[in-house]
């Protein structure tokens, strides 16, 4: 299986031409064994650029830990990057299929070669049965959940995937490993949540630290940013457009008028390779 490896400011993923390479027998096996860091490739996900029927061209995504993901931010501008380079699609402009709708990604093009990619994700359910979390019917709006031995006030909503975005004075000082995982398998996030907590830094800025739900802790997560940039408006913290710095890069997130939020970000190719034997990796 032919392969390339990319990465959206550090949020790396295995890409797979599925017009041109056969799809593997077990998928959620095949993404455990690929994106393992010591035994396989090594990516927080595995992409595959498939037919779509309702639209330009369809992207199925995997965590890490094989578990099908609706919808991934910084994927999706990997995807339309190869999508174009590819010949898959001729458009600058153009529409993704994914379990969490259609997307429309831009590329923006210089002396023909792409430099950025912004994607029109879509609109937020802000709903709590939608995201979903536990509770009484309405928005999770900088709600107190226990969790472990502290208290944090979470804004909960569904941006493409279920997000849980919490307000801290440092980023730095949130022991991530420990509270990452006790969040995502919360029992008021009844289909498990990405967390996010997020450092204001002023109207226009914010800094951001991710536990993804599948795939642990990862350098960047481009609809977790937009879920924040929207519960930063909810809970007026910033304007409606904002840079998020993360570990891995910084991505520009609009949260326009329309109620669609507008992603823009780099995508980077590494390298590409093939697998011999996509079921005697371990
Ligand atoms: N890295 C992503 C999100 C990938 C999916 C997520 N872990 C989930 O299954 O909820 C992004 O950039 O948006």
């Given at each position: 299986?032919?392969?390339?490896?990319?990465?959206?400011?550090?949020?790396?993923?295995?890409?797979?031409?599925?017009?041109?390479?056969?799809?593997?027998?077990?998928?959620?096996?095949?993404?455990?064994?690929l994106?393992?860091?010591?035994?396989?490739?090594?990516?927080?996900?595995?992409?595959?650029?498939?037919?779509?029927?309702?639209?330009?061209?369809?992207?199925?995504y995997f965590n890490s830990d094989g578990s099908e993901g609706e919808m991934c931010g910084n994927a999706i501008r990997c995807f339309a990057k190869y999508a174009f380079e590819e010949g898959l699609v001729h458009k600058e402009s153009f529409t993704v299929e994914t379990l969490a709708g259609v997307m429309l990604p831009r590329l923006v093009l210089q002396d023909g070669k792409v430099t950025a990619v912004t994607v029109n994700m879509g609109k937020p359910s802000l709903d709590?049965?939608?995201?979903?979390?536990?509770?009484?019917?309405?928005q999770a709006l900088n709600e107190p959940l226990r969790v472990l031995d502290t208290v944090f006030y979470?804004?909960?909503?569904?941006?493409?995937?279920?997000?849980?975005?919490?307000?801290?004075?440092?980023v730095e000082g949130i022991d991530l490993g420990k509270y990452g995982p006790a969040i995502e398998y919360h029992p008021a996030f009844p289909r498990k949540t990405n967390v996010h907590f997020i450092e204001v830094l002023n109207e226009h800025e914010m800094k951001m630290r991710v536990w993804e739900r599948g795939a642990g802790l990862t350098l960047a997560c481009g609809t977790g940013a937009c879920a924040s940039l929207v519960a930063a408006v909810l809970n007026n913290k910033t304007g409606r457009k904002a840079k998020i710095h993360l570990p891995g890069g910084t991505l520009d997130i609009e949260w326009a008028l329309n109620n669609h939020v507008y992603m823009t970000g780099p995508a980077q190719t590494v390298f590409a390779g093939e697998v011999k034997d996509v079921s005697l990796i371990k």
């Open positions: 299986m032919k392969f390339v490896k990319m990465h959206g400011i550090g949020n790396d993923f295995i890409l797979v031409n599925g017009f041109k390479e056969q799809m593997p027998p077990n998928i959620p096996l095949t993404a455990q064994n994106c393992d860091r010591h035994f396989g490739i090594g990516a927080d996900g595995l992409v595959f650029l498939l037919p779509s029927e309702k639209a330009d061209i369809r992207m199925r709590r049965d939608k995201v979903p979390m536990s509770g009484s019917a309405g979470v804004t909960a909503l569904l941006l493409g995937v279920p997000h849980c975005v919490i307000f801290v004075d440092d």
